[in-house]
């Protein structure tokens, strides 16, 4: 974690709520920067970073249960503001010599927030605000040196501060979209109480971004394995810029593509960026390998594992095309730090959310969801330093780089593509024939999406291939054949989402293409599940 020292920060110390990352974005929108922490992160370590502020995350513990996520205390006696949300709020009180206490009764839903005693969390508010609850615990003595600043009709210590030593407490979540002036609230948090200035834009994140690759890998070369999907083309436009023909795109067709994949990518970045790319084809590795797989952790390890293989191989053949240029001082020297030859650094597409979802340490109070491609294995063993320049950013983030760095909006908008690819949306073995099956489905659910003008509207819409036959009629004939899933969901960082509710017809017209042109599905059903429970992807 690199302290930033040239502009505003807010830490957020993350206690495991389904909302922290909510609360990031929130900061951001405020053009503030901010990044989430691990809960027991010390007060040394947080005083050297500098924030101007901190905010605790709410959790699913109570604060007295066994083994609940706890914090250093003297991160209270740092004299930076800190606001607590909820659960944040309860630790505040119990670390302070408060009291916290298990009502019996569960708070949660929509609740009417009466404002007292002027505080500046609440300047230009009013005396009254809609506000969201989601706890069980409640704050029932306050410690030495606060005092109530709003009360709902269940809770008298809805809202709270210690004006002196900086220290804010709510009971509600101002983060999300139900407290409807929750933002003015974390901007008076921002702007009053922390001084932050408005200094968080896509334009500084780029400039910074670009001068810490060339301070990181200086003249050495770099490789990155371009899939075609937003992040790794941002990621290699943005290491473009920075370093130019330092950067070679290594593009491995791995048989899981979408149509015309390798076509499009290579046309991109190939022939209108100029940056250097080497097109691997090993679609018959892929697909051997994954015979008989059904499990769909195992089939992510194996592609992962294949791909370095393949990386591996490819990057070899590039020193040989460099020894063949000319390039004999590049192909022979062996950097310090590892790498390949000449290619010491490893460049990836990892997001924020790859890294929140990706968390495994024991005792962090986020579960894992599932390996990302993106975050695992790949650096210890194939001894490559890493550069990930989108790291800190959220998917919308990322598109709004790729507009400025100047890539094409079918790519920016691009919706987002598991590294995985098609294996992860078919249920049990991937078969050349499944594929084949599924990438027809699927390409007529992106052409009639388009055609409908809703393509860009959502953030995902695709086919999933179930490994569930049903019966059916086709021309008074009796059938047994495949089951195609339709999954259209919206969202805005991927971190949650809901189904897309979309016209009758247009679900009418994808269904009955489908069900007529693709040889072997005979039934065509509709997600309509949400992120939680669900996850967007099936696998």
Same mark, same amino acid.
């Given at each position: 974690m690199a302290a930033r020292s040239t502009h505003s920060k807010i830490l957020i110390l993350d206690f495991g709520s389904q909302y922290t990352q909510v609360i990031a974005r929130?900061?951001?929108?405020?053009?503030?920067?901010?990044?989430?922490?691990?809960?027991?992160? $010390?007060?040394?370590?947080?005083? !050297?970073?500098?924030?101007?502020?901190? /905010?605790? &995350?709410? %959790?699913?513990? $109570?604060?007295?249960?066994?083994? !609940?996520?706890?914090?250093?205390?003297? /991160?209270? &006696?740092? %004299?930076?503001?800190?606001?607590g949300i909820c659960y944040g709020l309860m630790l505040m009180?119990?670390?302070? &010599?408060?009291?916290?206490?298990?009502?019996?009764?569960?708070?949660?839903?929509?609740?009417?927030?009466?404002?007292?005693?002027?505080?500046?969390?609440?300047?230009?508010?009013?005396?009254?605000?809609?506000?969201?609850?989601s706890h069980g615990d409640e704050v029932t003595a306050l410690p030495k040196g606060f005092r109530v600043v709003g009360t709902t009709e269940g809770c008298n210590f809805?809202?709270?501060?210690?004006?002196?030593?900086?220290?804010?407490?709510?009971?509600?979540?101002?983060?999300?979209?139900?407290?409807?002036?929750?933002?003015?609230?974390?901007?008076n948090f921002l702007y009053h109480i922390c001084q932050c200035a408005m200094d968080w834009t896509m334009g500084s994140f780029i400039e910074e971004a670009c001068a810490r690759v060339r301070k990181q890998v200086g003249d050495q070369k770099v490789v990155l394995g371009l899939s075609g999907g937003v992040d790794s083309s941002v990621t290699a436009a943005l290491l473009h810029k920075a370093i130019g023909d330092q950067l070679t795109c290594i593009f491995v067709n791995n048989g899981l593509l979408r149509a015309r994949e390798e076509e499009i990518v290579q046309r991109v970045f190939g022939e209108n960026f100029h940056v250097r790319l080497k097109y691997v084809d090993a679609s018959d590795r892929f697909l051997t390998l994954l015979?008989?797989?059904?499990?769909?952790?195992?089939?992510?390890?194996?592609?992962?594992?294949?791909?370095?293989?393949?990386?591996q191989r490819a990057t070899e053949e590039l020193l040989e095309e460099d020894r063949r240029n000319g390039e004999r001082k590049l192909a022979t020297a062996t950097p310090s730090g590892g790498g390949h030859g000449g290619y010491k650094f490893l460049a990836q597409g990892t997001l924020y959310p790859d890294v929140i979802e990706s968390v495994s340490i024991e005792g962090n109070p986020a579960q894992v969801i599932k390996s990302h491609h993106n975050v695992g294995g790949l650096p210890d063993k194939m001894h490559f330093e890493l550069v990930?320049?989108?790291?800190?950013?959220?998917?919308?983030?990322?598109?709004?780089?790729?507009?400025?760095?100047?890539?094409?909006?079918?790519?920016?908008?691009?919706?987002?593509?598991p590294g995985p690819g098609l294996a992860v949306r078919i249920l049990g073995e991937v078969t050349p024939e499944r594929l084949a099956i599924l990438r027809e489905a699927d390409t007529i659910v992106q052409s009639e999406m388009e055609a409908a003008d809703w393509y860009y509207k959502v953030w995902q819409s695709f086919a999933v291939l179930l490994p569930v036959q049903s019966v059916g009629?086709?021309?008074?004939?009796?059938?047994?054949?495949?089951?195609?899933v339709l999954r259209i969901v919206e969202s805005q960082d991927g971190m949650t989402a809901d189904w897309v509710r979309l016209p009758f017809e247009l679900l009418a017209r994808i269904s009955a293409r489908i069900s007529n042109e693709v040889k072997g599905v005979?039934?065509?059903?509709?997600?309509?599940?949400?992120?939680?429970?669900s996850t967007i992807e099936w696998e």
């Amino acid at each position: 974690m690199a302290a930033r020292s040239t502009h505003s920060k807010i830490l957020i110390l993350d206690f495991g709520s389904q909302y922290t990352q909510v609360i990031a974005r929130r900061i951001r929108e405020c053009q503030v920067y901010s990044e989430i922490v691990r809960f027991d992160t $010390s007060a040394a370590e947080i005083a !050297a970073l500098k924030p101007n502020g901190l /905010i605790l &995350s709410g %959790g699913p513990a $109570s604060v007295y249960d066994k083994g !609940a996520p706890q914090i250093d205390p003297q /991160i209270f &006696s740092l %004299g930076i503001p800190v606001l607590g949300i909820c659960y944040g709020l309860m630790l505040m009180a119990h670390h302070l &010599s408060g009291q916290v206490v298990f009502t019996g009764r569960r708070e949660y839903g929509a609740g009417m927030l009466h404002i007292k005693n002027g505080s500046e969390l609440f300047d230009g508010l009013g005396n009254q605000l809609d506000v969201w609850n989601s706890h069980g615990d409640e704050v029932t003595a306050l410690p030495k040196g606060f005092r109530v600043v709003g009360t709902t009709e269940g809770c008298n210590f809805a809202a709270v501060e210690d004006r002196q030593r900086k220290l804010y407490g709510l009971q509600f979540h101002p983060e999300v979209a139900h407290t409807p002036r929750g933002r003015e609230i974390l901007q008076n948090f921002l702007y009053h109480i922390c001084q932050c200035a408005m200094d968080w834009t896509m334009g500084s994140f780029i400039e910074e971004a670009c001068a810490r690759v060339r301070k990181q890998v200086g003249d050495q070369k770099v490789v990155l394995g371009l899939s075609g999907g937003v992040d790794s083309s941002v990621t290699a436009a943005l290491l473009h810029k920075a370093i130019g023909d330092q950067l070679t795109c290594i593009f491995v067709n791995n048989g899981l593509l979408r149509a015309r994949e390798e076509e499009i990518v290579q046309r991109v970045f190939g022939e209108n960026f100029h940056v250097r790319l080497k097109y691997v084809d090993a679609s018959d590795r892929f697909l051997t390998l994954l015979k008989g797989v059904t499990d769909p952790e195992t089939k992510r390890k194996l592609i992962g594992n294949e791909f370095i293989k393949v990386f591996q191989r490819a990057t070899e053949e590039l020193l040989e095309e460099d020894r063949r240029n000319g390039e004999r001082k590049l192909a022979t020297a062996t950097p310090s730090g590892g790498g390949h030859g000449g290619y010491k650094f490893l460049a990836q597409g990892t997001l924020y959310p790859d890294v929140i979802e990706s968390v495994s340490i024991e005792g962090n109070p986020a579960q894992v969801i599932k390996s990302h491609h993106n975050v695992g294995g790949l650096p210890d063993k194939m001894h490559f330093e890493l550069v990930e320049p989108v790291r800190q950013l959220f998917k919308d983030e990322v598109r709004q780089a790729g507009l400025q760095l100047g890539l094409p909006k079918e790519i920016v908008y691009r919706q987002p593509f598991p590294g995985p690819g098609l294996a992860v949306r078919i249920l049990g073995e991937v078969t050349p024939e499944r594929l084949a099956i599924l990438r027809e489905a699927d390409t007529i659910v992106q052409s009639e999406m388009e055609a409908a003008d809703w393509y860009y509207k959502v953030w995902q819409s695709f086919a999933v291939l179930l490994p569930v036959q049903s019966v059916g009629v086709m021309g008074d004939q009796r059938t047994y054949e495949n089951t195609v899933v339709l999954r259209i969901v919206e969202s805005q960082d991927g971190m949650t989402a809901d189904w897309v509710r979309l016209p009758f017809e247009l679900l009418a017209r994808i269904s009955a293409r489908i069900s007529n042109e693709v040889k072997g599905v005979n039934r065509v059903c509709f997600d309509i599940s949400s992120k939680p429970p669900s996850t967007i992807e099936w696998e």
